[in-house]
């Protein structure tokens, strides 16, 4: 039974969420948007670097920066996802109250929102990734990817993600205003921490236990790694450790934020539930 | 096996509201007090009372969205704050007054969405939708997109939602806010079929339109100020306020015909009139409504003719003042936040 009301939440909640985002324009302009979006980002980057290295798009560090850069999208997409689910249903939509009082699953219900921004994140770093290759000089070669390390890597990033998701859906829940801006203000503190798109040794060394705890951090250095091996290994923060031993810490803190994430999103459902926030709206 | 479906006892629940500087004292509101409530299976059962009153957090608390601050309730034999997931499969809800729903959807699409998160199979939900619209008279409507109807059909898109899980127990929150007349009576034809059609469904139906609940409810609860003021059959509710049958009756002139003449009638207690230009018109207060016999044989001895006649008997507006001592757009002049 609980299995069964799970999965009707997950699969009815990404049908949902898929529908919601590839509904609210005609097909061609959201193909126009899926393209451009992803592409206007990873412009700023390009630009940035070429400004700064004057052009030296030959370096070991661009594709460092690119393939962070194109990766960081899903945290966008599936983290920020799942928490924004909240905000669309209680603000937006106003149906929030009625899938409490559904026999779903709320925690899985939102986490199958999330998956539907996951499909539409893979196509914007799909997107970016084959520009990179083909017009950026970001070298990858297919007969050299780890493909196992990559898509197990992916995986649990995806679900750390989307259970880090969580715990910021059930901070918004207890949140009157400004609760837009938590999956917002994570994602570039995140950014920041994760060695997206620089090393953590840039990082001043008191700040750097901060990037060491994110499971982000490991789960970014094994997608270069399996993609680009050996220019990915090349950068110092975790070029001590094998791919294996970065896995297993991954998992390690996807495991601990994931339990945590879980626990917290409890505790501010019981909350939002006794002080009466789950339909409360902020008219703006 | 319980003949309840919704049950509490001692039902309390108190916000907690933060005042608009930091420093400030939280003040306490008190929503419900004291609510003690039986619902029978198959009743139709009506919460009357002004904006404020405390309906809404009550339903609130009935559907497990909120947890009371004192006592307990139960709704289809369960503990709604300690047992809300075996509440939960077997209610629904629809509030009125407001655009609920996924504009980006059709109207099938909505409801079949809604009905998969209760595990409906994909054929009988699309079978019961296209039965439900039907009746609610928006079939023709199915594949529009909800962004796209107006006020009154998306509302009745949301009634529809809450019936199309065939729930034990229904809770409409005003159901009929905002719509106009066309629609209400829609509704409320709709509500009663679906209701009929199976003597173990139950309603809670809040409102404060007075006809609306005098019209459909079995049972009406009337609550003002978090306190359940009194509950009965909206007949019953009334002859307690008031056991005289009242009429009115416009008659041509009197010939001689005097207030105290009228009260002389055996069972006649009040008797005023009026004068208007083709006649009068005469307010009698009767004991029994067989009284009026001979109130119209003493006109026939004096020569009157009856040109209107009317049997006006309280209404619940006139319990509520009773009970209350304001009417209800009075109270909710007041200003309590529901």
Request: one cysteine or more.
């Amino acid at each position: 039974m609980q299995t069964s009301t799970s999965w009707r939440s997950f699969r009815t909640a990404a049908w949902l969420g898929w529908v919601i985002e590839s509904n609210w324009t005609d097909p061609f302009l959201f193909a126009v948007y899926s393209i451009v979006k992803p592409l206007s980002g990873a412009a700023i980057l390009v630009i940035m670097y070429g400004v700064i290295t004057e052009g030296n798009f030959d370096s070991a560090l661009f594709p460092y920066i690119y393939l962070g850069n194109a990766f960081y999208i899903y945290v966008g997409a599936v983290m920020t996802g799942v928490s924004w689910a909240v905000v669309d249903d209680r603000e937006l939509y106003k149906t929030l109250k009625y899938m409490y009082i559904a026999p779903i699953n709320i925690p899985i219900y939102l986490l199958g929102r999330g998956g539907a921004r996951f499909i539409v994140g893979s196509i914007a770093v799909l997107i970016t990734i084959l520009t990179g290759v083909f017009f950026l000089n970001v070298n990858i070669n297919l007969a050299e990817v780890n493909w196992g390390l990559f898509f197990v890597s992916l995986t649990i990033g995806v679900i750390m993600l989307a259970l880090i998701g969580l715990m910021l859906a059930g901070w918004t829940l207890i949140t009157a205003r400004h609760e837009g801006f938590i999956g917002e203000a994570v994602a570039a503190a995140l950014y920041i921490f994760s060695g997206a798109v620089f090393p953590l040794d840039v990082l001043p060394e008191w700040l750097r236990p901060v990037g060491y705890f994110m499971p982000t951090t490991y789960w970014l250095e094994l997608l270069r790694r399996s993609l680009v091996g050996d220019v990915a290994q090349a950068f110092p923060t975790l070029s001590q450790f094998s791919n294996l031993e970065i896995l297993g810490v991954m998992i390690g803190l996807s495991i601990l934020f994931g339990l945590v994430s879980v626990w917290v999103f409890k505790i501010c459902d019981n909350i939002a539930r006794e002080n009466g926030m789950i339909d409360r709206t902020t008219n703006y | 096996m319980s003949t309840l479906a919704i049950e509490t006892k001692d039902l309390g629940r108190i916000y907690k509201l933060r005042g608009n500087k930091k420093k400030e004292a939280r003040k306490e509101l008190i929503a419900l007090q004291d609510v003690n409530l039986t619902v029978k299976k198959g009743e139709l059962f009506g919460l009357l009372g002004p904006n404020g009153a405390g309906k809404t957090t009550l339903i609130k608390i009935l559907t497990t969205l909120l947890s009371p601050t004192s006592g307990w309730a139960k709704v289809a034999g369960a503990d709604v704050d300690r047992e809300p997931d075996l509440v939960r499969p077997r209610i629904n809800m629809v509030s009125g007054g407001e655009s609920s729903g996924y504009g980006l959807l059709t109207v099938r699409e909505n409801l079949w969405m809604f009905s998969q998160f209760y595990g409906v199979p994909s054929k009988e939900a699309n079978e019961r939708i296209e039965a439900l619209l039907e009746m609610i008279g928006m079939k023709d409507r199915m594949h529009t997109k909800s962004s796209d109807l107006s006020t009154g059909l998306r509302q009745k898109m949301n009634i529809v939602r809450g019936f199309l899980t065939e729930p034990e127990v229904l809770f409409l929150d005003e159901p009929t806010l905002g719509l106009d007349v066309g629609a209400m009576r829609d509704v409320r034809k709709f509500v009663l079929e679906w209701l009929r059609a199976d003597k173990e469904r139950t309603l809670l139906l809040t409102t404060h339109y007075m006809m609306e609940a005098d019209e459909l409810c079995d049972r009406v609860a009337i609550i003002n100020k978090g306190r359940v003021l009194a509950c009965d059959t909206p007949t019953a509710l009334k002859q307690k306020l008031q056991k005289d049958v009242l009429f009115e009756i416009h008659t041509s002139p009197l010939n001689g015909l005097t207030p105290q003449m009228l009260v002389d009638q055996p069972e006649v207690t009040k008797a005023a009139i009026t004068e208007t230009e083709t006649g009068a018109k005469l307010s009698l207060s009767l004991v029994e409504e067989s009284a009026l016999a001979r109130v119209i044989n003493l006109f026939t001895q004096k020569d009157i003719k009856v040109m209107n006649l009317n049997k006006r008997e309280p209404t619940l507006e006139d319990v509520f003042v009773d009970l209350v001592g304001r009417s209800m757009a009075e109270e909710e002049d007041s200003g309590q936040p529901e």
